[in-house]
């Protein structure tokens, strides 16, 4: 096994236990915060991204390169139409389904087995999107 | 001065009915995975891409077969693997509750799971490419992502919560 890919899974394992415990892998709390009925959610994003604005902007600084990589590269994203007709689509989805890539993954690790269709047709959806634009 | 913290704690319920902690804990728990991911290797680990990069095994029209899909498809199926089990195994282990089902309704998740899909590819990025990594890189396209799909998401929820859904 490739020792970027081991890395990738250990950081999955954290990742999903991480959704786990916040209780994002169950679409009754996301829905909860869609409701506003629990703002839970944005400590959630907020503490997460907080964490990671760290090892992208301040750790760079002091260690030149990684040690399984090239470079350290910011994640950039040019901004389109595409990017908020994207956005508003997937934020009918997710009010529909309480369902985001990464937690409906760790919803099947606790056991929610239904979140397998939801996946099996984000599959659908990112193929046809695929097909549409090539 | 008792009245205040009393005003406070009634506030942090109702903004919080379940309390901060697991928010808290499962928060760091993720950050601490994405930014040791960043910090060993220079990678990203986001989510929504692994959808068109698992279906460059299959499918090969041209779209597909981009580069960047062919050069990060094996490492996002270690993650998403990973992910399946580190929840699988925080609910076996930590957690109190054990295994969990769901009852939404599986339409929901059919219908929400496709424009979930789509929507995420199209927009480049989801909660976990727009939302943590793209926040954390201070990306304006991002936080514009991520503002419109938190609105749109809470505009669709309370239009169903009208019909009764």
């Known amino acids: 096994m490739k020792p970027k890919n081991i890395v990738l899974f250990i950081g ?9 415990a916040g209780g994002m892998s169950k679409p009754e709390i996301v829905l909860s915060f869609l409701k ?27 260690i030149e390169k990684p040690i399984l990589g090239e470079a ?16 508003i689509i997937f934020g009918i989805g997710w009010g529909v389904s309480g ?5 409906a993954l760790s919803s099947i690790g606790i056991g929610n087995l239904p979140a397998l269709a939801g996946i099996a047709m984000m599959f659908v959806g990112a193929y046809m999107m695929g097909r549409w634009f090539s | 001065m008792l009245e205040t913290l009393v005003a406070q704690n009634t506030l942090t319920q109702n903004l919080f009915p379940l309390g901060l902690m697991p ?22 680990a986001t989510q929504s891409t692994f959808f068109t990069s698992t279906l460059s095994y299959f499918v090969k029209r041209p779209f597909f077969q981009r580069r960047t899909y062919l050069d990060s498809r094996e490492w996002r ?17 930590v957690s109190a509750e054990g295994l969990w089902v769901s009852s939404v309704p599986l339409w929901r998740f059919i219908i929400g799971g496709f424009l ?14 727009h939302g943590i990594s793209g926040l954390a890189s201070l990306s304006a396209t991002s936080l514009y992502a991520v503002i419109t799909f938190i609105l749109v998401g809470i505009i669709t929820v309370n239009i169903l919560g009208v019909f009764g859904i």
């Open chain 2, 116 to 129: 979930v899909g789509f929507g995420t590819r199209l927009s480049s990025g989801c909660t976990s490419g």
């Open chain 2, 23 to 44: 928010y808290i804990v499962g928060g760091v728990l993720i950050g601490i995975a994405v930014a040791s991911v960043y910090i060993i290797t220079g990678t990203h």
């Open chain 1, 72 to 87: 350290y590269k910011p994640r950039t994203r040019i901004f389109g139409k595409n990017t908020i007709i994207g956005a």
């Open chain 1, 99 to 103: 369902l985001c890539p990464g937690a």
């Open chain 1, 36 to 62: 506003l009925e629990d703002l839970g959610l944005l400590v959630l994003m907020g503490c997460a991204a907080g964490i990671n604005f760290i090892a992208i902007n301040i750790v760079p600084k002091f």
């Open chain 1, 12 to 20: 999955g394992l954290i990742f999903g236990a991480g959704l786990a």
């Open chain 2, 77 to 93: 199926l270690y993650f998403a693997a990973g992910i399946i089990l580190g929840a699988l195994i925080y609910t076996v282990t």
